[in-house]
């Protein structure tokens, strides 16, 4: 990524767009976009990115994240993964990325390509295997040093949970030790399904977090089916999370996300999709 001081009008714009959305514009939208974690359909989506868009699009999706891989893309292929979005329009509010986007030799290559899709969150998916509280610590000031550098180009880090996050270090859950270290405009990214699969509670979190719960990983948990099951199959109280996700969290999208099922995953994302609705009527 070319390093310059001067953006075009047209990039300025773009980062305006990037802002996260305030309560009073959520509320005068009416409701919040429903969106698809890509990697529920990653075989599709390894074979045809396009393609797998514009099929997700056709059930109705309003937006997708793509998920780590993206960042081995050509800002060529970026290009054209936008402009197959615009055309269908689909959105893309955040990218899942690895530990390697958020520094400094990998931070300009994610932004470029974040920059291209139009995306407002740069999201850690995993930060590895941390043991300590005090590795948990370094995990908080890796992001803010990250979100410095991409704040001051119109872009926020993010920060995606999965169990691990919730089982105790020396008492202190590490995403308690993530959300007390890090800036508030770090985005706390909820899986609700891990959240659950550890014992938490995912209601309490969001309320615990006001303003930070800007997006969450709609996949759901049971004893049994453990992950493989679909939206409205598993223990999440459901409306109970968006209740609270849209009166404090500060949501801004939801993803549906899935690691399987039953189903075929594009049949899968679907039937989810018309679950989500029928509860949401």
Not at 99 to 126: C, Q, W
Not at 168 to 188: C, F, H, R, Y
């Amino acid at each position: 990524m070319k390093k310059t001081g001067i953006y075009s009008r047209r990039t300025f714009l773009g980062f305006l767009a990037a802002a996260p959305l305030s309560a009073a514009t959520l509320a005068a939208a009416k409701h919040v976009p429903i969106g698809l974690e890509l990697y529920s359909v990653r075989e599709d989506l390894a074979k045809d990115v396009a393609g797998t868009v514009r099929q997700v699009a056709q059930m109705g999706y309003q937006c997708v994240e793509f998920y780590a891989p993206y960042y081995k893309w050509t800002p060529g292929e970026a290009k054209k993964v936008r402009r197959e979005m615009d055309h269908l329009g689909v959105r893309c509010y955040s990218t899942h990325n690895d530990p390697d986007s958020f520094t400094p030799e990998g931070i300009g290559k994610a932004m470029e390509l974040n920059h291209i899709l139009g995306t407002r969150y740069i999201v850690m998916a995993s930060a590895g295997e941390v043991s300590t509280v005090d590795g948990w610590k370094r995990v908080a000031e890796t992001l803010n040093k990250a979100n410095h550098t991409m704040a001051a180009h119109g872009l926020h880090a993010g920060y995606h949970n999965h169990d691990l996050e919730w089982k105790p270090v020396d008492g202190q859950k590490p995403m308690e030790i993530l959300a007390a270290n890090t800036d508030k405009s770090i985005m706390l990214q909820l899986d609700v399904g891990t959240c659950l699969e550890a014992g938490s509670d995912p209601v309490v979190w969001i309320r615990s977090n006001p303003g930070r719960i800007r997006s969450l990983h709609l996949k759901n948990w049971s004893p049994q089916g453990e992950y493989r099951v679909l939206f409205s199959e598993g223990v999440a109280p459901w409306k109970k999370i968006f209740a609270a996700a849209e009166s404090v969290g500060g949501v801004e999208y939801y993803l549906i996300e899935q690691e399987g099922s039953r189903y075929s995953e594009m049949k899968t994302a679907k039937l989810c999709l018309q679950e989500y609705r029928k509860l949401r009527a």
